[in-house]
């Protein structure tokens, strides 16, 4: 599907990159964008893939290209930002995505991930405009771009891990009427709610990250001391060795379920838990009760943390 509006014929003739934005990930808020972008009816229509991209860029691999026709639109991902840019059909992919990957080096150097996680209002960064515009102008000018070494790397990588080709019956039409995103990326499967991400982390969920390590590192270390008990003929209960490793095997798989997201994922992580309920009390007999009490405990506290962070919703309709 190419774009039918009038181009024009100059764009056509030269290579070039035409915009830019920043995007958070998560929402689709706009944190910055150029500020000179063209305003024909070609780019006009541009425009409506930027905003219909944007609310999926959760779903989609960190490195992509859409083909529009005239214009390609590419972008990549990283630590909850996404940098996007729109050029024209012949421009180079490896400048394409060595100037993408300045912009992100630069995003990450000047704005921690504290402020964009918390911005509340589009394009609060308006002020990196400033390094988009004077990167811009160097891609535009190849001749006086001073980084063949790095444009070497990342032709490389581009040839070891090609950015994926978003289609247009993927995206659907540029008038509002959006179809799913089910994509198949290097043979790794479809994209699909299975692979949704999770809302930001919190500092709450950390804390049970953590604990839940813990609790797994204790029964491992207990697991051990079991098994070497065993090997001495101390009489000691093979099931208790086994109990051990289970309640590792469920803390390590909590901590799973609090990063990822997985089919019925609340369901898992209560049978989880229960696990570890069943471990503790066939251990009643070699811990003492605030050992028991502190086990369950930490597994109940992650069972509401991962009950709590749920999948991102839909994005917010921002005017990208």
Do not use: T
């Given at each position: 599907m190419d774009i039918k509006n009038p181009r024009s014929p100059l764009l056509i003739e030269m290579s070039m990159i035409l915009s830019a934005s920043v995007i958070r990930v998560r929402d689709g808020l706009p944190l910055s964008a150029s500020t000179d972008y063209e305003q024909g009816t070609g780019m006009q229509e541009c425009r409506k893939y930027f905003k219909m991209l944007s609310k999926k860029l959760a779903q989609l691999p960190?490195?992509?290209t859409l083909k529009t026709g005239h214009y390609n639109i590419n972008f990549i991902s990283s630590l909850g930002v996404s940098y996007m840019m729109l050029c024209t059909e012949n421009y180079p992919n490896v400048l394409a995505f060595s100037f993408l990957d300045e912009l992100q080096k630069e995003f990450i150097t000047t704005y921690n991930m504290m402020k964009t996680n918390t911005a509340v209002r589009p394009y609060c960064f308006i002020e990196f405009d400033n390094f988009i515009q004077r990167t811009k102008q160097r891609y535009n000018n190849p001749r006086s771009l001073s980084t063949k070494i790095s444009l070497s790397d990342m032709q490389t990588e581009i040839k070891l891990r090609p950015p994926y080709q978003i289609s247009?019956?993927?995206l659907g039409s540029a008038n509002g009427v959006t179809s799913a995103f089910s994509v198949d990326y290097k043979g790794a499967g479809k994209i699909s709610s299975a692979h949704q991400r999770l809302e930001p982390a919190t500092?709450?969920?950390i804390v049970a990250f953590i604990l839940s390590l813990l609790c797994?590192?204790?029964?491992?270390?207990?697991g051990f001391h079991a098994i070497e008990s065993l090997l001495q003929s101390d009489g000691e209960d093979f099931n208790?060795?086994?109990a051990f490793?289970?309640?590792t095997a469920a803390c390590l798989y909590q901590c799973y379920l609090l990063v990822y997201y997985t089919g019925w994922r609340n369901v898992k992580s209560f049978l989880t838990f229960g696990l570890i309920c069943l471990c503790n009390m066939y251990l009643y007999e070699l811990r003492n009760l605030w050992q028991l009490f502190f086990h369950v405990t930490v597994g109940a506290f992650v069972t509401l943390q991962i009950w709590l962070r749920q999948a991102q919703g839909k994005a917010p309709d921002y005017d990208v």
């Open positions: 960190d490195r992509c247009m019956c993927e500092l709450s969920g797994g590192a204790l029964n491992l270390i207990r208790y060795i086994v490793f289970l309640g």
